[in-house]
């Protein structure tokens, strides 16, 4: 029987801690929720590695800006806990905003370097929202493994960052990311993209896809396959970054090489999309 817990932090925290005494190592997939199969994918992924899998369903406030879309990213509880039971979570936890922020809160995580670039740039409350919140679950939740989706590669960069720095007792894994079947990068906000826009919403996979091309026939040169790129990118989405960086550090190269990834970041009428791949 899996379980299902709305705030209740302190059942959440004696439940676990049973567990731990029993010897059960705890697997935590942190999400946004309105799942779809790249959260799955983490999900069976700690339940295949033996895990008592514990997913959090909360929209955290802290790493939203001011005109972005907290009050209207989807959601929808009921499913979400049918859909990580499919997939192996052992429970499902709903906490409210006072549960991670009361009142008396004070303490934000500042990421150093790796968060000033890409998504870091056009959103900087981001990754300082991030790490304050996934901090937080990590210390009522104490996991064993938490499992994070290459799909924000930054976000799990500055993750493991931030488990190294803090000397947390806590193994980062990164898991492919996911993508629907013409190549779009699984996203709980495409559930917002109108109808037409959906082809629109493709050129960050064409692009890579062009991108992993130029790179099989052999150029190397980042900045002429940026500007080349750049060209082609159409009217009515709006390009944020468009990046080729080593996969450590997320350096910029300025030589084209077999690890080096692609990141793209665009909106699409108000939708945030972005996107990566390692050029082979
Ligand atoms: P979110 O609900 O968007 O905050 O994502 C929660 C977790 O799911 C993060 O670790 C994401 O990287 C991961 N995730 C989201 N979309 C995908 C995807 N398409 N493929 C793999 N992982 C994903």
């Not at 959103?123 to 790490?131: L, V």
């Not at 159409?234 to 450590?248: A, C, K, M, N």
Request: hydrophobic content about 40%; proline content about 5%; glycine content about 6%.
């Amino acid at each position: 029987m899996s379980i299902r817990l709305q705030s209740q932090t302190d059942r959440l925290r004696a439940v676990l801690s049973e567990l731990r005494v029993a010897g059960r190592t705890i697997g935590f997939v942190p999400t946004m929720g309105y799942l779809h199969y790249g959260h799955r994918s983490l999900i069976e992924r700690s339940r295949d590695d033996g895990c008592f899998t514990v997913v959090s369903v909360f929209v955290n406030p802290a790493q939203f800006g001011p005109d972005e879309d907290l009050d209207t990213y989807p959601a929808d509880h009921d499913r979400d806990f049918e859909l990580s039971v499919a997939s192996g979570a052992d429970l499902v936890w709903y906490p409210e905003r006072t549960d991670l922020y009361p009142p008396e809160s004070q303490t934000m995580v500042k990421p150093g370097a790796l968060a000033d670039r890409l998504c870091g740039v056009s959103r900087p409350q981001f990754f300082p929202g991030i790490c304050s919140v996934v901090l937080r679950f990590f210390n009522l939740i104490k996991p064993d493994r938490a499992y994070f989706g290459e799909k924000d590669f930054q976000q799990l960069a500055i993750i493991k960052r931030m488990a190294a720095d803090f000397y947390l007792d806590v193994d980062v894994i990164g898991c492919p990311l996911q993508r629907e079947a013409d190549g779009l990068a699984m996203s709980s906000r495409n559930a917002r993209l109108a109808p037409e826009d959906r082809d629109l919403a493709l050129t960050l996979y064409r692009t890579i896809t062009e991108a992993r091309t130029a790179y099989a026939k052999g150029e190397r040169d980042a900045e002429a396959l940026r500007t080349k790129l750049k060209e082609g990118w159409p009217q009515g989405i709006e390009l944020d970054y468009l990046d080729f960086r080593e996969p450590v550090l997320l350096e910029e190269v300025a030589t084209l090489a077999a690890d080096t990834r692609i990141f793209l970041g665009a909106w699409l009428n108000g939708v945030r999309l972005i996107d990566n791949d390692a050029l082979t």
